[in-house]
């Protein structure tokens, strides 16, 4: 029971300061705004079928948007020292680690939640709402999971900013193919049978890269 009193009051910690500074959500949500505007000028020339490039677009805005705000996730904490306080107290580590993976999950949430509306009206496209919204959430889980831990890794390095993208995308490689897949078959409303490969790929990655990370992270925070 203690264990979820740490985890929630981690969470309630990183909600309470991201609504009062909205440094994280506001460059996210600029960000994804202008990747979406970029493209729709570009495939306007262009005039490509969006419901075959469409989800790489989605996906290439959530993906760089969300680094943004996973940058900040330890930044913070890294830079006034209160990381070193943290480690101290009787915290457990998968608490903390649980705490900041939910806070980006749900700030990387609301930035999604803004970006796909924006989507469906800037290229007039037709979705299917509720299996593409799971699947959208099913491919945040596990870049919640892995952003999270690698950056506390690269919190502690000098080029932080730098390194955080680095160490990232060689890892989501299978989750960003698996989601564009999936999100290409919910965009052109194909049967769960022609991408039911991709979804357990996306499944079997969340489940095995949220436990690795909340298993090493003690191990990472304590380096």
């Known amino acids: 029971m203690n264990f979820f009193r740490q985890l929630f009051a981690i969470l309630a910690k990183e909600l309470a ?6 440094e994280a959500l506001s460059a996210m949500l600029v960000f994804a705004l202008l990747v979406l505007v970029i493209f729709n000028f570009a495939f306007e020339l262009q005039g490509i079928d969006i419901k075959i490039l469409g989800p790489g677009i989605l996906w290439v805005a959530f993906c760089f948007s969300g680094i943004l705000g996973l940058g900040r996730s330890f930044a ?12 101290l107290a009787p915290v457990d580590r998968g608490a903390i680690y649980l705490g900041k993976a939910a806070a980006n999950f749900l700030f990387i949430v609301i930035m999604e939640a803004v970006t796909l509306p924006l989507f469906v009206i800037l290229f007039n496209a037709s979705v299917e709402w509720f299996p593409l ?12 999971a892995v952003g999270t831990l690698l950056s506390a890794i690269a919190a ?24 564009v897949k999936i999100t290409q078959g919910a965009f052109q409303n194909l049967p769960l049978s022609d991408y039911q490969g991709w979804l357990n790929l996306l499944i079997a990655y969340d489940v095995i ?8 992270f003690e191990f990472v925070v304590e380096e």
């Open 156 to 179: 502690s390095t000098r080029m932080r900013e730098v390194m955080l993208p680095v160490l990232l995308f060689p890892v989501l490689i299978p989750l960003l193919v698996a989601s």
């Open 209 to 216: 890269f949220l436990v690795v990370a909340y298993l090493t």
């Open 133 to 144: 919204v799971g699947y959208i959430l099913l491919g945040t889980i596990g870049f919640a």
């Open 17 to 22: 300061v991201e609504f009062r500074t909205r």
């Open 76 to 87: 913070r904490e890294r830079d006034k020292g209160s990381m070193d306080g943290m480690l």
